[in-house]
C-alpha cells in the first residue's frame, strides 16, 4: 500500500507538477526573441506527442510490467511496440507536445526556455541515470534496435527499412537543429563573412541544378549504402557535426547575406531556394558543404573519388556562384570536415592524452614541503577564472572578487573534509563546497550594499574554464575518476588516487574527467554567448548552476570513488546536482541588470590574478607528507 501511495505521488510530481512548474517558471522570465504562432501546426504537434507519449506508457505497462517511473522502474525491458520504432517515445512525444503547445499559444518563454531546459532534463536522465540502470538490471540483454535510430552492429546485410530508420535519424535531428537556429532569427550582433570582393562574384542561376542537389543525393545515399558498418558510421558522423555545427550556430553570431538572383530562367527558383533558408543565418560553416563531403566519404566502396568529391567540390563552387554562401562558409566547412571526419582516432588520441596526464603524478619534496606537480593546474585555473571575472565584469578594485574567491577556496576545503576527508585524505577540496562558498561571499558583499549579481554573474562565466582546467588536475591526482569500463584509460602510478585508495591499477576506468572537460567546454562557450547578448546577470548565473547539474549529474553515473556515499539509491552528488539546477532555476527569476559585455583585459587584472593562481597552487599542490596534523597531506 505505502508503495502504491509513493508511486501516486511519484506519478503525480512528474507528470502533472513539474510541466506546470515549468510553463510557469519560463514565463517568469522576460526574453525579447521571435515568437512562432502557428497554432494549426501546433495542435497537430501536440496530438501525435500526446498520442506517441501514451503509447510508450501503454507498451511499457503491458510489455515492461510498469510505468515510466525510474524510482520504481518496470521489472522486465519493454522493446517492442512503440519502442520498437521510436527512442524514448515517451520523451520525445512529451517534447513534441510541449513544442507544439507553444506554437498553439505563441508562447515565446515556452519555445525559447521552457524546450531547452526540458531536453536538457530528458537527456540528464537518460545517460546519467536510465541508461546505466537498464545496463545494471539487464546484464547482457540487448533487445531489437528501434526503427529509427542507428543500425544494429554485425555483419548482416542492412535491410530497406533499416536504411531509412537511419536516414530519419540522421536527417531529423539535422532539421531540428536547423530549422530552431533559423526560426531564432538574425543575430543582433552579426557579423558579416563575405569579403568586399565577393559581393562582384556574378551570379550564375543555373548552377541552382549543382546546388540543389544534396537535397536529393544525401538522403539518397542513405538507401543506397548496404554496408552495415559504413551507415553506422554515416549517422554517427552526422550526429557528431549536427551537435559541433549547432554549437557554433549559437554561439558565433556570423551570417553571410543572400545576393539577389540576376534576372534569368533559373531566378525564381533561386528567389525561393532563398526564401526557403531565410533568415541567412546558420552558415558559417557550411552543412550544405558538409553534408556532401559526408555523403563522398560514405560512398567511398561505390563510386570513384574523382566523381565523389568532383561533385562535392562543385556543390561547394555553386554555394559561391548562387550567392547562398560566403568563401569563410565554406572553409570553415571544409576545415572541421578535415579535423572530425575520422572522429574515432580523435576520440583515441583524447584518450591516450588523458592517460598519459592520469600517470604525471610528479612530487619535490623540499625539507617538510612536499611540491606536487598537479597544483600547477589548480593554480592556471584559479589565475584564468580570475582574470575572466575581473575583465568581464570591470571591477576597479579586486577586494570583492577576491572575498568570494577565498569563500569558495575555504568551503571547498571544509565540505570535502565533511564529505569524504579519510585518514589516507586528510585535504581534500570539493566543488560543491565552493559553490556554496561563493554564495556565502556574494551574499556578505549584498550585505555589505556591493553589487553581488555583477560578481555572480562574473564567476558563473569564469566557472566552466575554472572546471576544465581543474579537470586536468583530477586526471592528474586521481580523483573523479570513473568505474571500470572494457575500453577506458589505465593508471599504474602509485601515487594517484585511483590506486592509493580505489585500488583500480591497471584497470580501464570511464575518463570522466574528460567527459567533465567537454562539457565544461560546451558549456562554457553557451554562457559567453549570453553574456556578450547583454543577458539577465542573474539568468547568466542560473543557466550556469542548471548547466553545472545537468553535467554533473550524468558524470556521476560513471565515476567510480568507493568513498562516494549513496543516498535512495543515488550517488550524493547526483543529489546535490538535481539541487543546483534547481537552484539556478530559482536565480534565473531574480531581476537584474543586464551583462556589460566583454572587456579588454587589463594589464593590472593580470597580476592580481597571480595571488588567487600561487594560493590554490599552494592550497592543492603543497602539502607536509610526514605530518600528522589535520589538512597537512593532501594524499598518503
Known sequence: MKKRILAALYGMVWA???????WWWCHRIPLSLPAVHVPLAGWLLTICGLCLWLSGVSRLRTEGGGLPMNAFPPPRLAVGGIYSIFPHPIYTGFGAAWVGMAFVTGSTQALWLGTPVLALVCLGLVWGHERPDLARRFPGISGPRPWIGIPASGNSAVSRHERLGAMLAAVLP????????????????????RMPW????????????????PYLLVPWTFLLISDRCELRKLVQRSWLFTGIVTLVYLVAPFMAAFRPPQPGLFAQWLRYEQL?????????????????LLVAQALAGRLPPWLRYGWATSVAITCLSTGMHSVADLTAALLLWMALRNPGPVWRRLMAVSERLANAWRCWELGPLRIISHGLWAGLAAAAGFLVVMSATAQQFPWPALLVFLCGLVCAGLWAQWVEGSAALSRPFGY?????????????????????????????????????LGRIRC????????????WGIKVFNCHSRVVSLAGLMGVPLHPTALYSILGNLVSGLLLARLWALGAALTLVAGTYLMLAGVLRFVEEAYRGEPQTLRVAGLPLYQWLALTSFLAGMVLCLAPSAAAPGFHAPRLWDGLWA??????????????????KWRFSRLSG
Open 276 to 292: 526557403a533558408a531565410w533568415p541567412p543565418v546558420a552558415s558559417w560553416p557550411s552543412f550544405h558543404v558538409i553534408w556532401t
Open 610 to 627: 597571480l595571488l588567487p593562481g600561487l594560493v590554490c597552487a599552494g592550497a592543492l599542490g603543497v602539502d607536509f607528507p610526514h605530518s
Open 16 to 22: 502533472i507538477l513539474a510541466p506546470a512548474f515549468l
Open 198 to 213: 565577393e559581393w562582384s562574384v556574378p551570379i550564375q542561376g543555373w548552377t541552382e541544378l549543382i546546388y540543389s542537389s
Open 432 to 468: 560543491y563546497g565552493a559553490v556554496l562558498g561563493a554564495a556565502l561571499g556574494l551574499a556578505l558583499l549584498a550585505l555589505a550594499g556591493a553589487d553581488w549579481a555583477l560578481l555572480a554573474g562574473g564567476f558563473a562565466l569564469a566557472a566552466a574554464p575554472i572546471q576544465a
Open 475 to 486: 586526471l592528474e591526482q586521481g580523483c573523479c575518476h570513473g568505474h571500470p569500463v572494457s
Open 174 to 193: 539535422w532539421l531540428i537543429c536547423y530549422g530552431g537556429v533559423k526560426l531564432l532569427g538574425a543575430y543582433p550582433d552579426a557579423i558579416e563573412t
